[in-house]
Structures are given as structure tokens and as C-alpha cells.
T-cell receptor
Framework: QKEVEQNSGPLSVPEGAIASLNCTYSDRVSQSFFWYRQYSGKSPELIMSIYSNGDKEDGRFTAQLNKASQYVSLLIRDSQPSDSATYLCAVNPYNTDKLIFGTGTRLQVFP | DGGITQSPKYLFRKEGQNVTLSCEQNLNHDAMYWYRQDPGQGLRLIYYSQIVNDFQKGDIAEGYSVSREKKESFPLTVTSAQKNPTAFYLC???????????FGSGTQLSVL
């Protein structure tokens, strides 16, 4: 089992819809969770970070964490064509100083 | 402006050649990282360093070497032992391991 798993996609949604991106992780005691957005040929940029169970909202983005089920998700409301990118889930396993990345989910928002 | 600078943006390696990718940060971050990204793939950790003069192997360290002589600098050498070096290389830094990473703009390495 991979440490961090994501569906590679592409996930296609119409403009204005909600895009739902999911990520599961294997280390039950992981502490920190991050979502990064990466445009083609560019470096990743942080979208959201979440550390405790529940929801965290920032503008059109909501991160959801469920440690008991070992998953973290990202919801993008009112999706825009400019949201089309690859979304990388990253997890900081317990007692380590590194982030483990998933392979990313490619999101396509069509007009 | 604070940030991470990677150079060069594009690099070509001849067979049997060692090449060095530069990474400099002025964010006063203690931790620095090197990741490799292949097309359509996520980021895989090559090496990381928490303090000056100390570094640890990541998941794919074979064929690579690093040094951390200064807090600001963490260069990566791709040696001739790395048989498939073509990839996008990303340098990142953070205050500590469980905080968000700041990324450089990346170096695309190709083999001639």
C-alpha cells in the first residue's frame, strides 16, 4: 500500500460545480496534511493545510480531515477554468521531518 | 523579496557527466528538501537536511549527492550513476518538517 494515495483522474467538472478531490494515507498517526496545486511545468503552491479532524474553509476551498478513516479531501466550490491543474495531497507522518506526496489528481474545469 | 531560487531553469547532461543543480533560500529556513517529479507523477523525496552539515537520504537517493555547508544553500549533484536522470527537480524549504513547504521554480534536467 502506498503511503499517500490519490486517484490520478482526470476529474472533469463543469464551470460553477463543486469539485471533490480525495486522498487516503497509511500512517494512522500522521499529524499534518496539505493540499498543493500545480500547474503544468510550474512548482506546487500551497492551497490548504489542516491539522485536526473536521472542516477548514478558506474562500472557495474546504479541506476535510477524518483521521479515524485516514482520509483527507479538498472541495472546490464554484469551480473555474483557472482551477484546472493537478492537486497534490501531502502528509507529514508521525515523528518525521518530511512530507510524503501522493501522485496527484488532475482536475479539468470546462466552460 | 524572500524566496527560493533554483538554477538553472533547464539543464542538459551528457552521458557519464555529473551535473549540479543550485538551490538558494533567503527565508532563514532550517529545513531544505530535494524532490524529483516525473511526467504525470507526484513528488519523490531525494534528500533532505534539517540543519547545516547534516542531511538524510530520502526514498530515491541512489545516484544523487548533496551538501549543506551553509544554511541558505543545498545543492544537488546528479551523478553518472543515475541512469535515468530526466525529470523535473524541485527544491523546497520550511521552518520545520511539519509546516508548509515553500518551493523553488524547478529545474528541468534532460539527457543529451
Amino acid at each position: 500500500q502506498k503511503e499517500v494515495e490519490q486517484n490520478s483522474g482526470p476529474l472533469s467538472v463543469p464551470e460553477g460545480a463543486i469539485a471533490s478531490l480525495n486522498c487516503t494515507y497509511s500512517d494512522r498517526v500522521s499529524q499534518s496534511f496539505f493540499w498543493y496545486r500545480q500547474y503544468s511545468g510550474k512548482s506546487p503552491e500551497l492551497i490548504m493545510s489542516i491539522y485536526s479532524n473536521g472542516d477548514k474553509e478558506d474562500g472557495r476551498f474546504t479541506a476535510q480531515l477524518n483521521k479515524a478513516s485516514q482520509y483527507v479531501s479538498l472541495l472546490i466550490r464554484d469551480s473555474q477554468p483557472s482551477d484546472s491543474a493537478t492537486y497534490l495531497c501531502a502528509v507529514n507522518p508521525y515523528n518525521t521531518d518530511k512530507l510524503i506526496f501522493g501522485t496527484g489528481t488532475r482536475l479539468q474545469v470546462f466552460p | 523579496d524572500g524566496g527560493i531560487t533554483q538554477s538553472p531553469k533547464y539543464l542538459f547532461r551528457k552521458e557519464g557527466q555529473n551535473v549540479t543543480l543550485s538551490c538558494e533560500q533567503n527565508l532563514n529556513h532550517d529545513a531544505m528538501y530535494w524532490y524529483r517529479q516525473d511526467p504525470g507523477q507526484g513528488l519523490r523525496l531525494i534528500y533532505y537536511s534539517q540543519i547545516v552539515n547534516d542531511f538524510q537520504k530520502g526514498d530515491i537517493a541512489e545516484g544523487y549527492s548533496v551538501s549543506r555547508e551553509k544554511k541558505e544553500s543545498f545543492p544537488l549533484t546528479v551523478t553518472s550513476a543515475q541512469k535515468n536522470p530526466t525529470a523535473f527537480y524541485l527544491c523546497a524549504s520550511t521552518h520545520s518538517g511539519n509546516e508548509k513547504l515553500f518551493f523553488g521554480s524547478g529545474t528541468q534536467l534532460s539527457v543529451l
